[in-house]
Structure formats: structure tokens, C-alpha cells
């Protein structure tokens, strides 16, 4: 676990979220940053100009980092009327799940992943990310 941004949820709050996402003997890192880093990690791997909310590097199907940005992430909780913890919750589960293998580039494979990511956060008592209010 690196925290180069404040504001974050707690080491074992992202922990947490992480592991139930997680395969058995997995080995991530999770790093939270500004949005400097963030628009320069999108920048060299995903050739997009901007800060995003979350990366996934994935150097197996076990092991991986996942970049999650804290501006970026603050922002869209407030636009989303989310709390922070529950889109950190969900974009921490997300980026492990990509880790894993899971995608959304086509309808089948988002909704699975979608799915995945709705039963795991239930268990953290976290609203389904994807339902209209």
C-alpha cells in the first residue's frame, strides 16, 4: 500500500476492499496519487492526456498494481452523490477485478464484470455503483 495524496480511506479500509476482490496468493500494490501522477501514468500507457480515476497493471493473473487518484476520485463522489469511501470501494474492486482479467470493452464482459463488482461490494454494505437515482 503507497498513499502519496491525502484524504484517502485507511490503509486497511483499501486492504479490505482489495482482498475481497482479490484471487487467493494474489500479490498487489495499491498506490493512491495526485493528479499529476495520475495524468502522466494515463498519458504513457494509455496515450490519454487527462488524470483518471483508476489504472490497473497487470504483470500476471496474480500479480498487478493498481493507480487510483485521489482529486480525481473526490470530484466524481461529490458530482455522483457517492460517499468517498464508496467509490474508493468501488474503483479499488474494479481495478483488482482488471487485474484478474475482467474487462467492460464488450456488453458481455462489462456486465459480468459489473455483476462481480456489485456482489462484493454488497458485502461492504456498498450500493450498486451503477444504479440510476
Keep these: 500500500m503507497q498513499r502519496a495524496a491525502r484524504g484517502a480511506p485507511s490503509v486497511r479500509r483499501l486492504r479490505g476492499w482489495a482482498l475481497a476482490a482479490a484471487r487467493a496468493g494474489s500479490e498487489i500494490t495499491l498506490r493512491v496519487v495526485g493528479a499529476a501522477e495520475a495524468r502522466r501514468l494515463n498519458r504513457a500507457f ?65 456486465e459480468r464484470m459489473e455483476r462481480a463488482e456489485i456482489r462484493i461490494l454488497r458485502r461492504f454494505g456498498v450500493a450498486d455503483p451503477y444504479a440510476v437515482k
Design 46 to 110: 494509455r496515450q490519454r492526456d487527462t488524470a483518471t480515476n483508476v489504472l490497473s497493471f497487470a504483470y500476471s493473473r496474480r500479480q498487478g498494481d493498481v493507480v487510483l487518484c485521489h482529486p480525481v476520485i473526490r470530484r466524481e463522489a461529490r458530482a455522483q452523490g457517492k460517499s468517498l469511501a464508496a467509490h474508493y470501494a468501488h474503483l479499488v474492486v474494479h481495478g483488482v477485478l482488471h487485474l484478474h482479467g475482467l474487462d467492460h470493452v464488450r456488453v458481455g464482459d462489462a
